[in-house]
């Protein structure tokens, strides 16, 4: 949201420049383009999701890259970082969901995913390179993930992963995680894995080292991996969202082949919470929270709550550590694709299929504002994290946020 304005100056034909709040209109301060270039690497399938991807310099004593001991920290401190196929309406890059808030190339995300074998006509940087800190654009089409070098002048892919078993359709990174593995991959089959984007990018083949496996071949549920999702501050924890309305709890560090033996749910129209049997069962919570697809899950920066939006058109907020529902609403109409927080925790974006973007305030537990202006599906929200309000308190008249929303073609 920008200043105030009485006149409405759309930045391109039909594209209404405005935003809708009780106490007036807000003027659309840009309309951001890209040329679909990135696209001539899916050949013909679309682009999920974006994310950028900031690698910290290696640490002179880090070890190889495996999981650790129960002891390390999955410490999330940035918020996510994701670059969408379309701004406020118009083509740009592709994107699958939304999870955190935007972030500027300069400074480290939280979510990413990952890639391996050389790919583009450049040739693949030295090894050296990958020891040290950079930026990285990371996208799945089809059957492989892909990444470039967000700083280089060649923008080609210089990585691959095929996979084999099933297509990926989403990744997270975490840029804090002290064990190495810090990017999570979600298949259509179901199936997660993690692990180590700076040891994807040293190997010079084509296929996933070092992972870890989790839900493997669909053992603990077999429908589509729609959303994965670090906890801040969860010390390796992550979360899955699937097709069919559960989400899962994972450690990590735990073995990922241990067998939870969830009950079957009594009604599958009532949100519930099973955990595990043992300490050591791996998933080791299941959260059932609709009949239907859960299309995107979000956590506040503190890691203290949970958003969801699903097919049913609902957007639900969980108490994540109390494990309880908070409040909740729906979309205008249709399904609801995506949600995001802003860093202050005090608002969650939403769009879908409604075409609109709705801001949700966490203390009026309800919309307080609406945006226009996509004649498209919504499949993509951000808060932009580096936006710093004038007024600290974010109090007052002079209290600022920003963000932007993706459309579909």
């Known amino acids: 949201m920008a200043s105030s304005s009485s006149s409405m100056n759309p930045s391109s034909p039909?594209?209404?420049?405005?935003?809708?709040?009780?106490?007036?209109?807000?003027?659309?301060?840009?309309?951001?383009?890209?040329?679909?270039?990135?696209?001539?690497?899916?050949?013909?399938?679309?682009?999920?999701?974006?994310?950028?991807?900031?690698?910290?310099?290696?640490?002179?004593?880090?070890?190889?890259?495996?999981?650790?001991?129960?002891?390390?920290?999955?410490?999330?401190?940035?918020?996510?970082?994701?670059?969408?196929?379309?701004?406020?309406?118009?083509?740009?890059?592709?994107?699958?969901?939304?999870?955190?808030?935007?972030?500027?190339?300069?400074?480290?995300?939280?979510?990413?995913?990952?890639?391996?074998?050389?790919?583009?006509?450049?040739?693949?940087?030295?090894?050296?390179?990958?020891?040290?800190?950079?930026?990285?654009?990371?996208?799945?089409?089809?059957?492989?993930?892909?990444?470039?070098?967000?700083?280089?002048?060649?923008?080609?892919?210089?990585?691959?992963?095929?996979?084999?078993?099933?297509?990926?359709?989403?990744?997270?990174?975490?840029?804090?995680?002290?064990?190495?593995?810090?990017?999570?991959?979600?298949?259509?089959?179901?199936?997660?894995?993690?692990?180590?984007?700076?040891?994807?990018?040293?190997?010079?083949?084509?296929?996933?080292?070092?992972?870890?496996?989790?839900?493997?071949?669909?053992?603990?549920?077999?429908?589509?991996?729609?959303?994965?999702?670090?906890?801040?501050?969860?010390?390796?924890?992550?979360?899955?969202?699937?097709?069919?309305?559960?989400?899962?709890?994972y450690g990590k560090n735990k073995d990922g082949a241990i067998d939870p033996s969830f009950p079957a749910i009594k009604d599958p129209t009532q949100f519930s919470v099973t955990h595990g049997r043992s300490s050591k069962c791996n998933p080791i919570i299941r959260w059932h929270i609709s009949q239907g697809f859960i299309n995107n899950i979000s956590f506040s920066m503190d890691g203290g709550y949970l958003a969801t939006v699903g097919r049913d058109g609902y957007l639900r907020v969980f108490d994540y550590l109390k494990e309880q529902l908070t409040f909740g609403g729906k979309s205008y109409y249709g399904a609801l694709l995506c949600c995001a927080w802003s860093p202050d925790g005090k608002y969650i974006l939403t769009g879908g299929e409604d075409d609109l973007v709705q801001v949700w305030s966490m203390e009026e537990r309800k919309i307080v504002a609406w945006g226009e202006g996509h004649n498209s599906w919504v499949s993509g929200v951000s808060f932009d994290s580096y936006w710093s309000a004038p007024n600290p308190d974010g109090k007052g008249e002079n209290a600022m946020y920003r963000f932007g929303s993706v459309g579909q073609v």
């Open 14 to 249: 039909g594209l209404k420049a405005y935003f809708k709040t009780p106490e007036g209109r807000y003027k659309l301060q840009y309309e951001k383009t890209h040329s679909a270039g990135i696209m001539h690497y899916s050949h013909g399938k679309s682009v999920s999701q974006l994310t950028i991807a900031y690698l910290k310099e290696k640490q002179a004593s880090q070890g190889p890259s495996v999981p650790s001991t129960p002891g390390s920290s999955g410490v999330v401190k940035s918020a996510a970082a994701r670059l969408f196929v379309g701004v406020n309406g118009s083509k740009a890059f592709s994107f699958g969901g939304s999870n955190g808030g935007s972030k500027m190339v300069s400074g480290p995300s939280r979510f990413g995913g990952t890639f391996g074998g050389s790919a583009g006509s450049g040739s693949s940087p030295s090894s050296a390179n990958y020891d040290g800190k950079g930026t990285y654009l990371i996208f799945n089409a089809g059957d492989s993930l892909f990444i470039s070098d967000l700083n280089s002048h060649n923008k080609d892919p210089i990585k691959y992963i095929h996979f084999s078993i099933s297509y990926p359709l989403c990744h997270a990174f975490d840029s804090e995680a002290k064990d190495g593995h810090d990017l999570l991959i979600g298949l259509q089959s179901g199936d997660i894995f993690t692990v180590s984007l700076r040891q994807q990018l040293q190997d010079p083949g084509k296929k996933l080292v070092g992972a870890q496996h989790y839900n493997k071949d669909g053992a603990i549920n077999n429908s589509r991996c729609t959303c994965v999702v670090w906890v801040p501050d969860g010390d390796g924890i992550f979360v899955s969202a699937h097709a069919d309305g559960n989400l899962y709890v």
